[in-house]
């Protein structure tokens, strides 16, 4: 038996979902037809998600995801943080190179969590925080790669592109709803991708099963 759920609360669930895929917002009559539900009961779910913040009206009357919605999402980085650490520590001291975990903000990739290996004499400082395209770099272009069904490789490798003489391997995180993000490392030394590449995939399978 299916579990009771409130249609009320999934219509509005479903208002910021097509609003979040509409860039540049929708009016109520567009969002209406994508919702396929009358526009009474829209106007009533954007007054109340307007209420919150997470809706608003720009001058032309087209609506987009609110403000507020950047208040949910910053109390989900620490949880993305405390769950992926543990995973990168083995992975950094497993490899001895920097091990990061890195999301999509946007057109950018945004590194959340980095921890670096404490046996090795020299590695990458990469600092949480930082950002660059998502087509630059191992990390973002692997995040791209988590968007493509037909990809024909689980991670991407890279060189030299975000830091001269810096090599980059990473693997999409996958299967987890409303994620996209990476599980990477990054060197100045050789990087063997034969051998590091299936570790770099684990560790991210591994992120992806502790968020589920």
């Known amino acids: 038996m299916p579990a009771e759920t409130s249609?009320?609360?999934?219509?509005?669930l479903r208002v910021l979902d097509?609003?979040?895929?509409?860039?540049?917002?929708?009016?109520?009559?567009?969002?209406?037809?994508?919702?396929?539900?009358?526009?009474?009961?829209?106007?009533?779910?954007?007054?109340?998600?307007?209420?919150?913040?997470?809706?608003?009206?720009?001058?032309?009357?087209r609506?987009?995801?609110?403000?507020?919605v950047l208040h949910l999402a910053s109390a989900v980085q620490p949880v993305l943080r405390d769950l992926a650490v543990p995973v990168l520590r083995g992975l950094a001291e497993q490899v001895g190179c920097t091990a990061h975990l890195t999301v999509a903000d946007g057109d950018e990739a945004l590194a959340l969590a980095?921890?670096?290996?404490?046996?090795?004499?020299?590695h990458v400082s990469y600092r949480v925080g930082s950002r660059h395209p998502l087509e630059q770099g191992a990390a973002g272009k692997a995040i791209l790669l988590g968007r493509s069904a037909a990809a024909d490789h689980p991670y991407e490798v890279?060189?030299?592109?975000?830091?001269?003489?810096?090599?980059?391997?990473?693997?999409?995180?996958?299967?987890?709803?409303?994620l996209e993000a990476s599980v990477g490392i990054v060197t100045l030394g050789e990087l063997d991708t034969v051998t590091i590449g299936p570790q770099v995939a684990a560790a991210a399978a591994e992120v992806t099963a502790r968020l589920r």
């Open 63 to 68: 609506l987009h995801v609110g403000l507020g």
């Open 7 to 12: 249609q009320t609360l999934d219509r509005g």
């Open 114 to 122: 980095v921890v670096e290996p404490s046996w090795t004499d020299f």
């Open 158 to 178: 890279t060189e030299g592109e975000l830091q001269p003489g810096a090599r980059g391997l990473a693997a999409p995180v996958r299967g987890v709803d409303g």
């Open 18 to 61: 097509v609003l979040a895929a509409a860039p540049g917002g929708l009016t109520v009559t567009e969002l209406a037809a994508r919702l396929e539900v009358n526009r009474t009961v829209v106007y009533r779910l954007v007054s109340t998600l307007e209420q919150h913040a997470l809706v608003r009206k720009d001058s032309r009357g």
